[in-house]
């Protein structure tokens, strides 16, 4: 037939029903191969209908999920779940493995296969391979500003761990120590004032703020005073329009879009949304470019000692070193690396401390118990932190019921709910389980789901609540500092002792990582906690906030109005918490800060 007499119509309706026959066959292979591969495995594996990981995933997942959660749920209980993984993983917890029977199974779906695991010898073995690398396609989320420690491979990450490492020693941990003290104390002043007790409606924006200003402090030589910072009435400077903790904060809320939207979009769009993440990027840049510039001007005049801050290290690094042209870090790499670590340094600490808190507000009896081994170690030092010496009382603060709570509150609230991880995609890798080898095929992406680790049955068995059996998960029914504190309270038998604090099995508490890509700032972390927790809780009590109740209410009275704001509490720490960049608590939960002595539900 001449070319001119075929039906444009017909053609273009033949081209694409070929092409759709096309991309029918080449899915139906595809997931034919993979399938093959996770059989391969020796795992149980579940098919999935799409890959929703990774920036695709995260455009399209709030359209297709809530048409998916239409589907009846016999269809949909054993792959939604995991699906759902990127919101819902912390909630379910060890749900998706128990559905399955298996703590480690494979996904598949037709571009990927996933390998999930909550299996302590799995865990244990892939944190601690360095032939397990991370998946950058996921976690180049990350390098917004440019190259970081977090979102590269293992060979390009090691470079930038090399540079900052000598950054954590013994020195450090002293400032951290001395820094968060007086911070705490800020804090209280901004929470409490003067008075003897008070109503904090939203203690995180503080705490957050609080956490920025330490790092800031600390790592990046902020000399800022901390009630300004708290207060957001530092001066902001002509050529910025936004303070930094705001530009910080802002950005962070709004990581995805700024990570989804194209730059020029940002910058053009007339949405509030764009608008605002678009400005707050720009702001953060421009105060990281500030803090490198001064910081280069200094080095030049050698005002500065060599090493002493992690900003030190990583703007050195990034000036040609004598007779060589070219630096160590690349110029994006400079101020990628701030900025990771401004993030990574303050946001889990914020969440981490906001959780304890809260969750020794409800429970008075555990908060008792913190207060007497506070009491008892800091002894006649308690009301002067000036005199509270890091060598003799971290130690002994670390192994005792604070560094359970803080154990704890890392357990329950896991702030990574997931540990990605990828399989080279030229190597296979093979892991051993219960005496067995189990091959796991390249490019496999492996995510250790911590959620699932932490509250896994045979390892932690969680009590229910008897006040809201319902809520799943329970992290108010289940905090139990003294898991950690075994001489304390005799529990099931887990692994050994390091001292006084339990030493859990390995791969069943990984709340920092482990291995060579483990979290650097590991002890930075449990220092600030546990000087912010001494310091509060040396001074204050925080109990849930009860409101209306008269003064001269009886014991009754107040057990019942306790009990309802209790159940509420229970609610919103578990329903309303939720997984942005790490797991934050959302939904609102007022406490009320009340100096030692003048509790009123202590003793009920
Ligand atoms: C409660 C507080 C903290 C928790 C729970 C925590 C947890 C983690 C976890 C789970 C990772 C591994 C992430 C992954 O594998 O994808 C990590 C990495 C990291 N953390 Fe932390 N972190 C905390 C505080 C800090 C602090 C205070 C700093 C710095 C001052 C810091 C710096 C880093 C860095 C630089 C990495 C990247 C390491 C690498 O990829 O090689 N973290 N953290």
Same mark, same amino acid.
Request: charged content about 20%; aromatic content about 8%; glycine content about 4%.
């Given at each position: 037939?001449?070319?001119?007499?075929?039906?444009?119509?017909?053609?273009?309706?033949?081209?694409?029903?070929?092409?759709?026959?096309?991309?029918?066959?080449?899915?139906?292979?595809?997931?034919?191969?993979?399938?093959?591969?996770?059989?391969?495995?020796?795992?149980?594996?579940?098919?999935?209908?799409?890959?929703?990981?990774?920036?695709?995933?995260?455009?399209?997942?709030?359209?297709?999920?809530?048409?998916?959660?239409?589907?009846?749920?016999?269809?949909?209980?054993?792959?939604?779940?995991?699906?759902?993984?990127?919101?819902?993983?912390?909630?379910?917890?060890?749900? &998706?493995?128990?559905?399955?029977?298996?703590?480690?199974?494979?996904?598949?779906?037709?571009?990927?296969?996933?390998?999930?695991?909550?299996? %302590?010898?799995?865990?244990?073995?892939?944190?601690?391979?360095?032939?397990?690398?991370? !998946?950058?396609?996921?976690?180049?989320?990350?390098?917004?500003?440019?190259?970081?420690?977090?979102?590269?491979?293992?060979?390009?990450?090691?470079?930038?761990?090399?540079?900052?490492?000598?950054?954590?020693?013994?020195?450090?941990?002293?400032?951290?120590?001395?820094?968060?003290?007086?911070?705490?104390?800020?804090?209280?002043?901004?929470?409490?004032?003067?008075?003897?007790?008070?109503?904090?409606?939203?203690?995180?924006?503080?705490?957050?703020?609080l956490s920025l200003y330490l790092v800031n402090a600390v790592c990046f030589e902020s000399d800022k005073d901390c009630a300004d910072e708290l207060q957001d009435c530092s001066d902001i400077s002509s050529s910025h329009n936004m303070s930094y903790s705001h530009a910080m904060h802002t950005m962070l809320d709004?990581?995805?879009?700024?990570?989804?939207? %194209?730059?020029?979009?940002?910058?053009?769009?007339?949405?509030?949304?764009?608008?605002?993440?678009?400005?707050?990027?720009?702001?953060?840049?421009?105060?990281?470019?500030?803090?490198?510039?001064?910081?280069?001007?200094?080095?030049?005049?050698?005002?500065?000692?060599?090493?002493?801050?992690?900003?030190?290290?990583?703007?050195?690094?990034?000036?040609? !070193?004598?007779?060589?042209?070219? &630096?160590?870090?690349?110029?994006?790499?400079?101020?990628?690396?701030?900025?990771?670590?401004?993030?990574?340094?303050?946001?889990?600490?914020?969440?981490?401390?906001?959780?304890?808190?809260?969750?020794?507000?409800?429970?008075?009896?555990?908060?008792?118990?913190?207060?007497?081994?506070?009491?008892?170690?800091?002894?006649?030092?308690?009301?002067?932190?000036?005199?509270?010496?890091?060598?003799?009382?971290?130690?002994?603060?670390?192994?005792?019921?604070?560094?359970?709570?803080?154990?704890?509150?890392?357990?329950?609230?896991?702030?990574?709910?997931?540990?990605?991880?990828?399989?080279?995609?030229?190597?296979?890798?093979?892991?051993?389980?219960?005496?067995?080898?189990?091959?796991?095929?390249?490019?496999?992406?492996?995510?250790?789901?911590?959620?699932?680790?932490?509250?896994?049955?045979?390892?932690?068995?969680?009590?229910?609540?008897?006040?809201?059996?319902?809520?799943? &998960?329970?992290?108010?029914?289940?905090?139990?500092?003294?898991?950690?504190?075994?001489?304390?309270?005799?529990?099931?038998?887990?692994?050994?002792?390091?001292?006084?604090?339990?030493? !859990?099995?390995?791969?069943?508490?990984?709340?920092?990582?482990?291995?060579?890509?483990?979290?650097?700032?590991?002890?930075?972390?449990?220092?600030?906690?546990?000087?912010?927790?001494?310091?509060?809780?040396?001074?204050?009590?925080?109990?849930?906030?009860?409101?209306?109740?008269?003064?001269?209410?009886?014991?009754?009275?107040?057990?019942?109005?306790?009990?309802?704001?209790?159940?509420?509490?229970?609610?919103?720490?578990?329903?309303?918490?939720?997984?942005?960049?790490?797991?934050?608590?959302?939904?609102?939960? %007022?406490?009320?800060?009340?100096?030692?002595?003048?509790?009123?539900?202590?003793?009920?």
């Amino acid at each position: 037939m001449p070319l001119q007499d075929i039906d444009p119509v017909h053609a273009a309706v033949a081209a694409a029903t070929f092409t759709a026959i096309l991309l029918c066959y080449s899915q139906i292979r595809a997931f034919q191969h993979n399938i093959a591969e996770a059989r391969s495995t020796g795992f149980k594996y579940v098919v999935l209908p799409f890959f929703l990981f990774g920036a695709p995933g995260a455009i399209a997942s709030p359209l297709l999920l809530p048409l998916l959660k239409l589907l009846p749920e016999r269809w949909t209980e054993r792959w939604l779940p995991l699906l759902m993984s990127a919101s819902r993983g912390w909630h379910d917890g060890y749900g &998706p493995f128990r559905a399955i029977g298996a703590d480690t199974f494979v996904a598949v779906s037709s571009s990927r296969n996933i390998l999930f695991t909550c299996d %302590p010898e799995a865990v244990n073995h892939i944190l601690r391979s360095n032939a397990f690398d991370k !998946p950058m396609d996921l976690l180049n989320i990350l390098n917004v500003f440019g190259p970081t420690m977090t979102g590269t491979s293992n060979q390009e990450s090691r470079l930038y761990r090399k540079i900052t490492t000598p950054f954590f020693n013994e020195n450090s941990m002293q400032q951290i120590w001395t820094r968060s003290l007086d911070g705490a104390q800020a804090a209280l002043k901004v929470l409490v004032g003067s008075q003897k007790s008070r109503h904090v409606e939203e203690m995180r924006p503080t705490l957050a703020k609080l956490s920025l200003y330490l790092v800031n402090a600390v790592c990046f030589e902020s000399d800022k005073d901390c009630a300004d910072e708290l207060q957001d009435c530092s001066d902001i400077s002509s050529s910025h329009n936004m303070s930094y903790s705001h530009a910080m904060h802002t950005m962070l809320d709004h990581f995805a879009t700024i990570f989804l939207t %194209p730059s020029w979009l940002l910058k053009t769009s007339p949405l509030t949304v764009h608008k605002k993440a678009g400005q707050a990027s720009i702001e953060l840049l421009k105060y990281m470019e500030d803090l490198r510039d001064s910081k280069k001007k200094d080095i030049e005049s050698g005002k500065t000692r060599k090493g002493s801050t992690i900003l030190d290290l990583i703007v050195r690094a990034g000036e040609p !070193p004598d007779n060589h042209p070219t &630096p160590v870090l690349q110029p994006s790499a400079v101020i990628g690396n701030i900025f990771i670590f401004m993030f990574a340094g303050h946001e889990a600490n914020a969440n981490t401390l906001t959780f304890a808190i809260l969750l020794l507000a409800c429970h008075p009896s555990l908060q008792q118990l913190l207060q007497d081994d506070i009491d008892n170690i800091l002894g006649r030092s308690a009301y002067s932190h000036q005199n509270w010496c890091y060598e003799s009382l971290y130690p002994l603060l670390s192994e005792s019921m604070v560094g359970a709570i803080i154990n704890e509150a890392l357990r329950i609230a896991t702030v990574l709910p997931f540990l990605p991880k990828a399989v080279p995609k030229d190597s296979p890798q093979s892991i051993n389980i219960s005496n067995s080898t189990h091959v796991i095929p390249a490019n496999t992406l492996v995510l250790i789901n911590t959620s699932a680790v932490h509250r896994h049955p045979k390892f932690w068995p969680e009590p229910r609540s008897p006040l809201s059996p319902a809520n799943n &998960p329970n992290p108010v029914a289940s905090f139990n500092p003294q898991h950690w504190l075994p001489s304390r309270d005799t529990l099931s038998e887990k692994g050994g002792r390091s001292k006084g604090l339990l030493r !859990p099995q390995p791969g069943t508490f990984v709340p920092f990582s482990d291995g060579s890509r483990g979290c650097l700032g590991k002890k930075f972390a449990l220092v600030e906690l546990c000087a912010l927790i001494t310091r509060i809780f040396s001074e204050y009590s925080v109990e849930l906030a009860v409101r209306g109740l008269k003064l001269d209410a009886d014991r009754a009275e107040m057990k019942r109005e306790w009990d309802k704001v209790r159940a509420v509490a229970e609610h919103n720490l578990s329903a309303g918490v939720e997984f942005g960049m790490s797991l934050r608590l959302t939904a609102p939960l %007022p406490v009320t800060f009340v100096k030692r002595g003048e509790e009123r539900f202590a003793q009920l």
